[in-house]
């Protein structure tokens, strides 16, 4: 039992891509992608599952184990079979699966790469933070490094030859970007070149073995006489190891990691303190404009914050997998029939009511998030085509980036930890995978801006775009799907969830009063309650979706277990978790200030 194996849910993420999203017939319309057949994708996500399981689960327990190690000149060494890992990667070009043909990419659409994403990411999230971290500084590369180097950069860091980081956060500031104190010098005769000063926390795969040739660290800095706040950040592109005309290391560049952390989760992933300037000069190049650094680090954030969105469906759905696999051999007491008869046989705990709720209770939450997310794909992989409807689908994507990050991401450990309760006491020890996956969830509420960070986007700038347009389309796109699922036969189910549409609504011109009365501070209370509230319809309405969508699979093909479960996943949703919205619409409107209250905080 101890070896529980593996599993990656094809079936629903099939069925999401091509019965709900209909990317084998849409996206072969848009040129970019009108090579990809059904075939290809197939093809892509069994070898994504194969790599999955063969490759990346074997080196996630032991890699959670061992660690990473650092020695005296700064150099971290990866758990065993990291390395092996990337180059497995680096060579099927897995690095780079969106990305462009033109810089060592696949080109694939960013709906599939999600998908294979979400196996990586439930296969071994320490690990995985690798490549998805590098993969995300290149395209900020790409976009806006130094021209003569952007193509021949990207292009080594998309297909694995060099990694990438990410690198913002400073003692003291912590969340708040604009207290960052890092200096950024001006080198005397050399156009965009600069020495950087000071020190970088908190930083993942600072350092690393993975990548063969070097290292490309994106910091944000200040120049010289730059206005305090965001305002004053620049971006800049340090390398661990200068490079020639050729592209070729030459001497070590003066960025090194002096420490690592010691972590609750994911361990085999290096988070590194880094020194720059302290060990010999730490040369670096300006990317972009000069004070555009937290504008241009922002396309990455939010690639990184829909990253840890994709982190969050896969340790909920591979909880669920876990748990179902588990439950389904353990046998452990009488049915609920036969309690009373001592020498009934004994079942499966899957068979105990109890745990029945538990487990359908993760198949829902990891079926919703996966239909939400693959959908955020979807409409950037329209947007990036179609220009006449760019504007409003990014729109829509940037509005529920937080909600799929926060929300997303605090599902995941609740359903992890739900996986311990099914698993009891063995789900406690580390004989059992599941323990490591509570461990390595609880980072994605924190990093890439905390939950309550987001719940303050989404309350503060989000639903503030176009005096409240995004949100507008939101909730006319959200009642359409509650009318097509009416007429597909989910009447009951539709009308709770317009319901839910209409107290959201309501409980957002609620927030909207606070900040025009001058009560910002209560509004700012309630920030994460009305994410978790909009979060929470939010499912519903991928519910529904999916509900619908099954239904029609269902009159064309015939009913399978799955596609016959949309129903029951859209039932239980409705009676048993979209009633935590009405409950909390009415303590939002509630007003209570009692947490402000002063007496909290006198000594």
Not at 82 to 90: G, H, I, P, S, Y
Not at 287 to 306: D, K
Not at 473 to 489: F, I, Q, R, S
Request: glycine residues 10%; aromatic residues 8%.
């Amino acid at each position: 039992m101890a070896g529980l194996p593996f599993r990656i849910d094809l079936e629903d993420i099939r069925f999401v891509l091509y019965d709900q999203l209909d990317i084998d017939q849409e996206l072969t319309k848009i040129p970019k992608y009108e090579a990809f057949t059904q075939d290809v994708y197939e093809a892509m996500l069994d070898e994504g599952a194969r790599i999955s399981r063969d490759v990346l689960y074997p080196i996630n327990g032991p890699g959670d184990r061992e660690g990473c190690k650092l020695d005296r000149d700064g150099n971290v060494t990866t758990p065993s079979g990291f390395k092996e890992a990337w180059k497995v990667q680096a060579e099927g070009g897995w690095i780079g699966l969106s990305a462009p043909p033109e810089v060592g990419g696949v080109g694939l659409p960013h709906s599939v790469t999600m998908a294979v994403t979400e196996m990586f990411c439930g296969a071994a999230m320490a690990y995985q933070m690798y490549p998805g971290l590098t993969a995300a500084a290149a395209r900020v590369i790409h976009k806006y490094a130094p021209e003569a180097w952007r193509q021949p950069i990207a292009e080594r860091m998309f297909t694995g030859k060099w990694a990438g980081t990410m690198c913002l956060t400073e003692a003291g500031a912590g969340s708040d970007v604009g207290e960052n104190r890092c200096k950024a010098t001006p080198v005397a005769g050399e156009e965009g070149a600069y020495l950087l000063d000071g020190e970088k926390i908190f930083i993942s795969g600072g350092d690393s073995d993975v990548a063969p040739d070097n290292i490309i660290h994106m910091i944000l800095a200040r120049t010289p006489n730059s206005p305090p706040g965001t305002k004053g950040l620049s971006l800049f592109l340090a390398p661990k190891f200068i490079f020639d005309e050729n592209f070729d290391s030459t001497t070590r560049n003066g960025a090194y990691v002096v420490g690592i952390e010691e972590k609750m989760g994911i361990h085999g992933s290096a988070t590194c303190t880094l020194a720059l300037g302290d060990r010999g000069p730490c040369k670096a190049w300006l990317v972009g404009r000069e004070h555009a650094g937290i504008e241009i680090m922002f396309l990455l954030m939010n690639e990184a914050r829909i990253g840890v969105g994709v982190q969050g469906l896969a340790l909920a759905s591979t909880a669920h997998q876990f748990a179902k696999a588990y439950a389904a051999e353990r046998l452990q007491g009488s049915s609920f029939e036969k309690w009373k008869d001592p020498t009934a046989p004994r079942v499966p705990i899957s068979l105990h009511p109890d745990v029945r709720r538990m487990l359908m209770t993760q198949k829902v939450y990891a079926e919703t998030l996966r239909s939400l997310t693959y959908r955020m794909g979807h409409r950037f992989d329209l947007a990036e085509n179609d220009p006449a409807q760019h504007d409003r689908l990014i729109g829509q994507v940037e509005l529920v980036v937080p909600v799929l990050k926060a929300f997303g991401t605090d599902i995941a450990f609740e359903m992890s930890a739900m996986g311990v309760q099914i698993l009891g006491g063995y789900g406690f020890i580390g004989e059992y995978p599941m323990e490591q996956l509570v461990r390595d969830a609880k980072i994605t509420s924190l990093y890439e801006g905390t939950n309550g960070i987001q719940a303050m986007d989404l309350i503060g700038r989000k639903l503030r775009i176009g005096n409240g347009a995004l949100f507008i389309e939101w909730m006319k796109d959200a009642n359409t799907e509650c009318g097509l699922a009416k007429a597909a036969g989910f009447a009951s189910e539709a009308d709770a969830v317009e319901k839910a549409i209409g107290q959201l609504a309501q409980t957002t011109m609620h927030l909207g009063g606070l900040g025009a009365q001058g009560r910002l501070d209560l509004a700012l209370v309630q920030a994460y309650p009305y994410l978790r509230m909009f979060g929470t319809v939010q499912l519903a309405v991928e519910a529904l979706i999916q509900a619908r969508v099954a239904a029609r699979v269902i009159a064309e093909k015939g009913s399978t277990p799955h596609l016959a479960g949309k129903a029951l996943n859209l039932r239980f949703y409705v009676r048993n978790l979209l009633p935590q919205a009405t409950a909390l619409a009415k303590s939002i409107q509630s007003n209570d200030d009692s947490c402000l209250d002063p007496a909290l905080f006198q000594a």
